[in-house]
Each structure stands twice: as C-alpha cells, then as structure tokens.
C-alpha cells in the first residue's frame, strides 16, 4: 500500500464547476497534510495546509480532512481553465526538524471552458 | 532573482556515464531537498539537509551521492547512469524542516535522460 494515495485522473470538470481532489494516507500518526499544484512542465508549488480535522477555507480553494477515515480532499469552487494542473496531496512524516513530505502520485485536473 | 536555482535544466548522456546537479537557494533557508519525479508524476524524497548535515537518506542506490558545501548549496552527483534514472531532479529547500508549515520552495528542476 502506497503511503499517500489519490486517483490519478484526468479528472475533467467544465469550467464554474466544483473539483474535488481526493486524498488517502497509511501512517495514522500523521499530522500535517498539505495540496501542493504542478503546472505541466513546472514545479509545484504550496496551495494549501490543514492540521485538524474540519474543513479550512482560503478563496475559492477548501481543504477537508478526516483523521479518523485518514482521508484529506481539495475542493476548488468555480473551477477555472487556469486551474488546470496536477495536484499533489502531501504528508508531512517525523518531527519539525527532520520530518519529510510524501507525495501522492498526484491527479490531473482538466478544466473545460 | 531566483530563489531556488538548479543547473543544468537538461542533461542527456549515455548509459554509464557520471553526471552532477548544481542546486543554491538564497532564501537562506537550513534545509535543502533532493526530491525525484518519474515518468508518471510521482515525487519521492531522496535526500534531505540541514545546515550541511544529512538528516534524510531515503533507500537510494550509493551511485547517488549528495554534497552539501554549506548551507545554500546542495549538489547531487550521479555514478554510473542507468536508464532508470531519467526523471526530473528537484531541489527544495525548507525554513527548517517541514514540520511546522509543509512548504518547501522547489527549483525549477533538472531533466535527466539517459540513453
């Protein structure tokens, strides 16, 4: 079992839609979860954190997470062609100084004008 | 100015030839990443450092070897290329760990094919 998992797509949504990305983790002690978004032939970059269970909101972006079912998602409201990217859903493992991040292998969002 | 810069963008080289990475951010950031993205977008740590200490050293083949000369640089030397190892090479680097807000500042990554 991968430690950090999501769909790889395409996930194809037309534009003003709702995408929802959908994330799993194995490690249960996880605390830190984190969305980062990789425009084709770029690197990623950080969208967004969430450390609680409960949703947090920024824009049109919310990230949900469940400790309990070890799940994690991004929701993007009015969904826009410039949203098209991977988004990778990340993990932070191991204490402040040493921990490091594992990644999904990301999902595909396409979105259709 | 570029806040993590990695040379070169593009390598292509044969099978068994050795290759190095340049990678020096002026964020003035104590820790630095080699992370690697294959073919299908999966990105996996490699090796990580803080203030010129290896702190991470994931299961890496030893053909792989990192260098950190201080704490604005980390190179990454290559020994003995396999085809396997064609991948975008990215460096990041960090505050100080990962910890406290998960953001690491990547390169724009190097391209590796090996034929």
């Known amino acids: 079992q991968k430690e950090v998992e999501q769909n790889s797509g395409p996930l194809s949504v037309p534009e003003g839609a709702i995408a929802s990305l959908n994330c799993t983790y194995s490690?249960?002690?996880?605390?830190?979860f984190f969305w980062y978004r990789q425009y084709s032939g770029k690197s990623p970059e950080l969208i967004m954190s969430i450390y609680s269970n409960g949703d947090k909101e920024d824009g049109r972006f919310t990230a949900q997470l469940n400790k309990a079912s070890q799940y994690v998602s991004l929701l993007i409201r009015d969904s826009q062609p410039s949203d098209s990217a991977t988004y990778l859903c990340?993990?932070?493992?191991?204490?402040?100084?040493?921990?490091?991040?594992?990644f999904g292998q990301g999902t595909t969002l396409q979105v259709k004008p | 100015d570029t806040a993590v810069s990695q040379t070169p963008k593009y390598l292509v080289t044969q099978m068994g030839n050795d290759k190095s990475i340049k990678c020096e951010q002026n964020?003035?950031?104590?820790?630095m990443y080699w992370y690697k993205q294959d073919s299908k977008k999966f990105l996996k740590i490699m090796f990580s450092y803080n203030n010129k200490e290896l702190i991470i050293n994931e299961t890496v083949p030893n053909r792989f070897s990192p260098k950190s000369p201080d704490k604005a640089h980390l190179n990454l030397h290559i020994n003995s290329l396999e085809l396997g190892d064609s991948a975008v090479y990215f460096c990041?680097?960090?505050?100080?760990?990962?910890?406290?807000?998960?953001?690491?500042?990547f390169g724009e990554g190097s391209r590796l094919t090996v034929l």
């Open positions: 490690d249960r002690v996880s605390q830190s």
């Open positions: 990041a680097s960090s505050p100080s760990g990962t910890g406290a807000t998960g953001e690491l500042f």
């Open positions: 990340a993990v932070n493992k191991g204490s402040s100084n040493t921990g490091k991040l594992i």
């Open positions: 964020l003035g950031h104590d820790t």
